[in-house]
């Protein structure tokens, strides 16, 4: 299923952003993008308010405490795991809240958790393995995560009056196929998962997600080298990865992006730098990566505007309130900009 469902020029925010107040985060998310809202995450709460507490949130029959270390397998959900429950009730409260009093409802609605493989990867066992090294208890994460998933779009649906489509979020993911986690002890690294096994358990989550929502289902990996074609063949139907990737890149890696574009997946590229140091960047500065990117693939550029949404380059916690909205603001005008490139470009 690759037919978007947002309308033409949309453009979104990958998750995370700045701040502590839901209701503002929300009102910012609905002002700035209002073709494609998202739900807000707000990790400057602390514990349960980050990509893996959040997801956490929704599982269904498992819990996690907080250690030291991180995050790890409980027995019965404690307070840090009811914390996070909370936390995600407020947030959804503060986007019903301000969708009620703009009287706007959204052509579609986006919610992002955390992959079967980051997941495994960032939450422990009791003896403080991570949970990817039990296959079985990874099987057992990922059913109680699609378990979760169905509540909580439903949820989302009711409070927003919109379809909903899923974001997975797999940072992880190139580490684990290259055997880059670290053993409990530290010295010793996790072995690297075989690339069909990994791509197994992609399918598992996006089939769910798909069928959950009847929806195209996003995979966004921000990492250097973005694994898109393995991404692609779990069955993503939408790939989000920061154009930043591309610097230096090889012949093959534009090759790959080449291959799952004229697939038909629609890529969600990270244009607008998440944080800055000195002047903002403008509209072109930030739109000129995209424009090149169809260009070097041989791509007519109405490429853009049917089958690319602009976002973010990844998360946007580390911003400023400033710069938050100013990224937003760019983001959607760059997605007005993919459908009529302005006079010179």
């Not at 502590?20 to 807000?40: Q, S």
């Not at 791509?199 to 959950?212: K, M, P, Q, S, Y």
């Not at 992006?257 to 997946?265: K, M, T």
Request: net charge negative; glycine share 10%.
């Amino acid at each position: 299923m690759s037919e978007r469902i947002w309308p033409s020029g949309a453009a979104t925010a990958i998750g995370s952003m700045p701040g502590t107040d839901p209701v503002e985060a929300a009102a910012v998310v609905f002002g700035e993008l209002p073709d494609f809202p998202h739900l807000p995450e707000l990790p400057a709460r602390g514990v349960g308010a980050d990509m893996l507490g959040r997801t956490a949130a929704l599982l269904v029959d498992l819990a996690v405490d907080v250690v030291p270390s991180g995050y790890r397998v409980a027995s019965r959900p404690g307070h840090e795991h009811r914390r996070a429950v909370d936390l995600l009730r407020w947030d959804l409260d503060a986007v019903q809240e301000v969708r009620e009093k703009a009287g706007v409802t959204p052509p579609v609605f986006k919610v992002q958790l955390a992959g079967p493989w980051t997941l495994g990867a960032g939450i422990e066992l009791p003896r403080g393995h991570r949970v990817l090294t039990d296959r079985g208890a990874l099987r057992d994460f990922t059913s109680s995560l699609l378990d979760g998933l169905t509540e909580h779009v439903a949820e989302v649906q009711a409070r927003t009056g919109a379809p909903v489509v899923v974001q997975f979020d797999e940072p992880s993911l190139p580490a684990v196929l290259a055997g880059g986690l670290s053993t409990p002890s530290g010295y010793g690294s996790v072995p690297a998962v075989p690339a069909p096994e990994a791509r197994e358990l992609l399918t598992t989550v996006i089939d769910g997600a798909r069928r959950i929502t009847d929806r195209p289902v996003i995979l966004h990996c921000c990492a250097a080298k973005p694994p898109l074609g393995l991404l692609r063949e779990a069955g993503a139907d939408a790939l989000a990865f920061d154009l930043a990737a591309l610097d230096g890149a090889s012949a093959a890696f534009l090759d790959e992006i080449g291959e799952v574009w004229d697939g038909g997946a629609t890529l969600f590229l990270g244009a607008v730098p998440a944080t800055v140091s000195g002047a903002s960047p403008s509209l072109k500065d930030v739109g000129e990566p995209a424009f090149r990117l169809a260009d070097r693939l041989g791509f007519n550029r109405s490429v853009l505007a049917e089958r690319a949404v602009p976002t973010p380059a990844c998360g946007l916690a580390g911003a400023t309130p400033e710069w938050m909205r100013r990224a937003l603001s760019l983001t959607r005008d760059l997605g007005k900009a993919f459908v009529e490139p302005p006079e010179g470009w």
